[in-house]
C-alpha cells in the first residue's frame, strides 16, 4: 500500500464510544488496539502512549499513528519493491531461505520419524 493508503486505512479504524483514550481491552477494544499498534511499533511502553494523548482526541492519536506505521513499513515496502522488480535476486533469496529452513527442521524431523518408528525422509 501507499503511505496515503496506510495512514486512510489507520485513520478510518473503528474507535469506541466515548472520547477518553485509555487502554482497556474490554470497554476500549478499539482504541486499546490502536494503542497496542503504537506500542509495538515505537517500543514504547503503551501506559507511556496513554499519557501522552490525555486530555486528546482518537483523531489525534489516529493520525500520529499513520505516521509511525507509515514511517516504520517504508524500509520494508521499499526492499519488498525491489525484490519485486528482480525476480532473479528473489529466487536466490526464496532458495536459500528454504535451504536454512531445511537445515533447521532437518533433525527435528529426525527425531519425530525416530520416535513414531518411521523410516528417515529421503533427502
Same mark, same amino acid.
Given at each position: 500500500?501507499?503511505? $496515503?493508503?496506510?495512514? $486512510?486505512?489507520? $485513520?478510518?479504524?473503528?474507535?469506541?464510544?466515548?472520547?477518553?483514550?485509555?487502554?482497556?481491552?474490554?470497554?476500549?477494544?478499539?482504541?486499546?488496539?490502536?494503542?497496542?499498534?503504537?506500542? #509495538?511499533?515505537? @517500543?514504547?511502553?503503551?501506559?507511556?502512549?496513554?499519557?501522552?494523548?490525555? @486530555? &486528546?482526541?482518537?483523531?489525534?492519536? $489516529?493520525?500520529?499513528?499513520?505516521?509511525?506505521?507509515?514511517?516504520?513499513?517504508?524500509?520494508?515496502?521499499?526492499?519488498?519493491?525491489?525484490?519485486?522488480?528482480?525476480? #532473479?535476486?528473489?529466487?536466490? %533469496?526464496?532458495?536459500?531461505?528454504?535451504? &536454512?529452513?531445511?537445515?533447521?527442521?532437518?533433525?527435528? %524431523?529426525?527425531?519425530?520419524?525416530?520416535?513414531? @518408528?518411521?523410516?528417515? #525422509? #529421503?533427502?
Amino acid at each position: 500500500d501507499t503511505d $496515503k493508503q496506510i495512514a $486512510k486505512k489507520i $485513520k478510518s479504524a473503528v474507535t469506541d464510544d466515548g472520547a477518553e483514550i485509555r487502554f482497556d481491552r474490554e470497554a476500549k477494544p478499539g482504541v486499546s488496539n490502536l494503542l497496542s499498534i503504537y506500542s #509495538a511499533v515505537t @517500543g514504547r511502553a503503551v501506559d507511556d502512549v496513554v499519557a501522552q494523548y490525555q @486530555g &486528546k482526541l482518537y483523531g489525534h492519536l $489516529k493520525v500520529d499513528l499513520a505516521e509511525v506505521v507509515v514511517a516504520a513499513l517504508g524500509p520494508v515496502r521499499d526492499r519488498a519493491q525491489q525484490l519485486l522488480a528482480d525476480p #532473479a535476486e528473489l529466487d536466490a %533469496l526464496l532458495a536459500r531461505g528454504a535451504q &536454512k529452513a531445511r537445515e533447521v527442521a532437518s533433525p527435528v %524431523l529426525a527425531e519425530a520419524y525416530a520416535n513414531v @518408528g518411521f523410516l528417515p #525422509a #529421503a533427502p
